[in-house]
């Protein structure tokens, strides 16, 4: 299935959706590489354009624009990578089966609201949107476990709410390393987003 078919299925109609993929080989190269990245890419270029061009507030410059689209961008694929192996992880404790490639499904699939709606991020007040397109993303995650993972319908509120929580600790010390980094490489400040 093209890229495109499966953004516009996976969000427009997720419970027939999650079948077709179950029914697939999960191959996790070419996940990442047909679908990730490509995907990923949408909001790292809409940060450019947006905190580039357009800025918030009077912090518009190009270098800023960049370095939130290379921290976006490689914390969207890492973040892909290391959701699948803490779901893939944490699945025998949940009565599911342990397969990366189908909690690579799970995660690259389920994040599609998300980067899709990254769009937004040109015009960055819209961030919010983002947010809620984020959010869809969590029921995608809940309707794709037992599909995917094989996940018994009574434990998938609770592994759902522990990876959660996991990932939320990850991804932020993730972030705060890849922002030190990429800060340190442009030279930039937390003040210059606020135009200090």
């Keep these: 299935m093209n890229i495109v078919d499966r953004a516009k299925n996976i969000m427009m109609t997720p419970k027939t959706e999650w079948p077709a993929i179950a029914a697939e080989e999960p191959n996790v190269g070419q996940i990442v590489s ?3 990245i490509p995907l990923a890419l949408i909001p790292a270029v ?7 061009l357009i800025g918030r507030g009077m912090a518009a410059s190009f270098t800023w624009g960049i370095a939130m689209a290379i921290i976006g961008f490689v914390a969207a694929v890492a ?5 699948a192996f803490v779901i893939d992880l944490l699945a025998p404790n949940f009565g599911s089966q342990k397969n990366f490639g189908r909690a690579m499904q799970l995660v690259a699939y389920s994040y599609t609201p998300a980067w899709v709606a990254g769009i937004l991020n040109i015009i960055p007040v819209l961030g919010v949107l983002v947010l809620i397109a984020s959010i869809y993303g969590l029921y995608l995650l809940y309707l794709g476990f037992p599909h995917t993972m094989k996940t018994p319908q009574d434990k998938v509120v609770v592994y759902m709410v522990v990876s959660i929580i996991v990932l939320i600790v990850v991804y ?11 800060f340190g490489i ?3 400040s937390a003040m210059s987003m606020i135009g200090g």
Excluded: K, R
Aim: aromatic share 18%; glycine share 18%.
């Design 186 to 188: 442009f030279g930039l």
């Design 46 to 52: 809409a940060a450019i354009l947006g905190y580039g």
């Design 79 to 83: 973040g892909v990578y290391l959701t």
């Design 34 to 36: 047909g679908y990730v």
């Design 172 to 182: 932020f010390v993730l972030t705060a390393i890849l922002t030190a980094i990429v």
